[in-house]
Each structure stands twice: as structure tokens, then as C-alpha cells.
């Protein structure tokens, strides 16, 4: 069974860098074609695609948010972890990090998600 | 990149069916058979319940069907029943090699 759990700061302050971390079960990330993404959600608002990481360490990113983005994997520990400089108020979502079914090109299991609240 | 275009909101009565749209262009939905659609009731984890525009994964009722015609794809759900009361979020893969999601509808079971 594949799972996947969001960790880091509940709340950062605007122009600090944000640093989630995805630790998951149940897969390989140096599995041929899987992949892990990170979505976000702000508060009553759509799911917005953000990044995602593929077993060979190819990286795609927002390209809205392209300049502040960072994906690294530690295949040994199981993790993604994803960085994002400059924080601001408007930032403020539930973060989702979501295994990606390869070689198809959907996510098919999410973590329950985190929420970031930007503010000073 | 735009969001993909949903309605905001549908509703229907038990038992009754309803149609989710979600329109994009031919740089994503139209030009891949990569639409995917999930269910998120709030404060849970995002459900998959079709991929590929018509495929079914495992455990999923086959109350939930999918379909594409042009730019846009479609998701319908018959018998509906109070538990498919959610969010519904469409999503596609796009030719610059990024995700894109609809801006999601929210479904009333009346």
C-alpha cells in the first residue's frame, strides 16, 4: 500500500524560505517512471500544481513559480523535499505531495496534506 | 499556463445522474488522452477517480465514468447518492511538460 505524508512548518513569515518534506511507503523512487508531485490548495480555492521529481531525477516545475521553486529526492530515506524562497501571504495553502503512476502521467495516491500560514 | 474551466458548482438528486465539464485547449486536454479527475471531500487527501480521461481504478465505482470530445473532458456520475457530495477537481497534463487543474465543482446531493 502507497503513502505518502507532508511535514515542515505550520506558519513562516513573509520572505522566508518554506522547506516541506514528503517521506512515503509502499514505492521506490528509482522505480522506472514513478514520480513524486507536490500540489498545493489555498483556502477556498483550486489545486494548483507546483513541482514534481522523477525516479531519474528529471524536474519540472510551475512555470509561474519556476524562479522559486527547488525538488530534491534522498531515494535512501524514502523523501522529496521541496523548498520555496520568497514566502508570501498569498502562499498561504495546504500543501500536498502525490505519487505519480508511472509511465502514465496522473497522480493516483496523495498525503492528507499540510497547511503553511504566511504571516509575520 | 490557465486553469482548466469548470463549473463552479451542480447539483442533483439521489439517484438522479449529473455531468461535470472541464474545458481546456488543445495544449492540454485536447491534446492528450492525460485527463485525470479527483473527488476531495475538505480536509482529506485528494481521491483519483478516473485516469486517462475514461479509466476506472481499481475500487472505484463504476457510477463514475469519463469522457473527451475536443477540448473538453467530461466526468458523470450516476445513481448519485449523499456520499458523492465532494469537490471535483479535473487535471491534465499540457505540451510544456506540466500539470494543469480545473478550478473545481463543488457537487450538492439535494
Known amino acids: 500500500q502507497i503513502t505518502l505524508k507532508e511535514s515542515g512548518p505550520t506558519l513562516v513569515k513573509p520572505t522566508q524560505t518554506l522547506t516541506l518534506t514528503c517521506t512515503f511507503s509502499g514505492f521506490s523512487l528509482s522505480t522506472s517512471g514513478v514520480g513524486v508531485g507536490w500540489i498545493r490548495q489555498p483556502p477556498g480555492k483550486a489545486l494548483e500544481w507546483l513541482a514534481l521529481i522523477y525516479w531519474d531525477d528529471d524536474k519540472l516545475y510551475s512555470p509561474s513559480l519556476r524562479s522559486r521553486l527547488t525538488v530534491t529526492k534522498d531515494t535512501s530515506k524514502n523523501q522529496v523535499v521541496l523548498t520555496m524562497t520568497n514566502m508570501d501571504p498569498v502562499d498561504t495553502a495546504t500543501y500536498y505531495c502525490?505519487?505519480?503512476?508511472?509511465?502514465?502521467?496522473?497522480?493516483?495516491?496523495w498525503g492528507q496534506g499540510t497547511l503553511v500560514t504566511v504571516s509575520s | 499556463q490557465s486553469a482548466l474551466t469548470q463549473p463552479a458548482s451542480v447539483s442533483g438528486s439521489p439517484g438522479q445522474s449529473i455531468t461535470i465539464s472541464c474545458t481546456g485547449t488543445?495544449?492540454?486536454?485536447?491534446?492528450?488522452?492525460?485527463v485525470s479527475w479527483y473527488q476531495h471531500h475538505p480536509g482529506k487527501a485528494p481521491k483519483l477517480m478516473i485516469y486517462d480521461v475514461t479509466n476506472r481504478p481499481s475500487g472505484v465505482s463504476n457510477r463514475f465514468s469519463g469522457s473527451k470530445s475536443g477540448n473538453t473532458a467530461s466526468l458523470t456520475i450516476s445513481g448519485l447518492q449523499a456520499e458523492d457530495e465532494a469537490d471535483y477537481y479535473c487535471?491534465?497534463?499540457?505540451?510544456?511538460?506540466?500539470?494543469?487543474f480545473g478550478g473545481g465543482t463543488k457537487l450538492t446531493v439535494l
Open positions: 488543445s495544449s492540454d486536454v485536447g491534446g492528450y488522452n492525460y
Open positions: 502525490a505519487h505519480l503512476r508511472g509511465p502514465h502521467l496522473y497522480f493516483d495516491w
Open positions: 487535471s491534465s497534463y499540457t505540451s510544456s511538460s506540466t500539470w494543469v
